[in-house]
């Protein structure tokens, strides 16, 4: 059974930065890593960034600008740069994937971000 690990959370000062990690538990012709959601305490959540299908990345309004998405492809691990956070980007980061055998989407256990002020 495939898996994504995401890592590099933790507390942090508000206007610091932290960089997260998604890692496959197979290569990139099995898992595709499919980009990061966010859910803050009290509330559903949403998305960060994603891949789109062309190859481009998307941003959540509220981290253009302040967040880039990366990703080594012979790891199988996509990156999230957070610059400048900001107390409102508190929350447990989930790394969104799909498995390419299946197709079926999954889910990484998610690393916790707080952002103090």
């Known amino acids: 059974q495939v898996q994504v690990v995401e890592s590099g959370g933790g507390l942090v000062q508000a206007g610091e930065s932290l960089t997260l990690s998604c890692a496959a538990s197979a290569t990139i012709f099995r898992v595709k890593i499919l980009g990061w959601h966010r859910q803050a305490p009290g509330k559903q959540p949403g998305l960060v960034a994603e891949f789109t299908s062309s190859g481009s990345t998307v941003y959540a309004a509220p981290v253009k600008g302040r967040f880039t998405m990366s990703r080594d492809n012979a790891k199988n691990t996509v990156f999230l740069q957070m610059n400048s956070l900001k107390p409102e980007h508190t929350g447990v980061y989930f790394c969104?994937?799909?498995?390419?055998?299946?197709?079926?989407?999954?889910w990484g256990q998610g690393t916790q971000v707080t952002v103090s002020s």
């Open positions: 969104a994937a799909k498995d390419l055998r299946t197709n079926r989407n999954f």
